[in-house]
């Protein structure tokens, strides 16, 4: 099983980011696929989800509004739209790919910094 994250860096508050996750070694469309993030110092945070076939998603609070996570089961690939991003997401973003507590898969995270 490989999940490997891209997208991440260096972003001014108001700006945007696309983060990518490409999976391969298991059934994608048969995950549900969520981006989760933690910051220094800071517990982590599920920051959004999306079900096997893309019909239902969950966002934190925190990010309602401004973030979108969809995905491409062609391409085994999920995404998180981050827009209007503040300095409080900055964070590491974690993609994970989960069926049940023992297919429960990670990738090594990507960084996003917002700062001025």
């Known amino acids: 099983v490989q999940i490997a994250e891209s997208g991440g860096g260096l972003v001014h508050p108001g700006g945007s980011l696309r983060l990518s996750c490409v999976a391969s070694?298991?059934?994608?469309?048969?995950?549900?696929m969520r981006w989760h993030r933690q910051a220094p110092g800071k517990e982590r945070e599920l920051v959004a989800t999306?079900?096997?076939?893309?019909?239902?998603?969950t966002y934190a609070d925190s990010v309602k509004g401004r973030f979108t996570i969809s995905r491409d089961n062609s391409k085994n690939t999920v995404y998180l739209q981050m827009n209007n991003l503040k300095p409080e997401d900055t964070a590491v973003y974690y993609c994970?790919?989960?069926?049940?507590?023992?297919?429960?898969?990670w990738g090594q995270g990507t960084q996003v910094t917002v700062s001025s």
């Open positions: 994970n790919a989960f069926a049940t507590v023992n297919y429960d898969f």
């Open positions: 070694g298991f059934t994608f469309a048969n995950y549900e």
């Open positions: 999306i079900s096997g076939g893309g019909g239902r998603r």
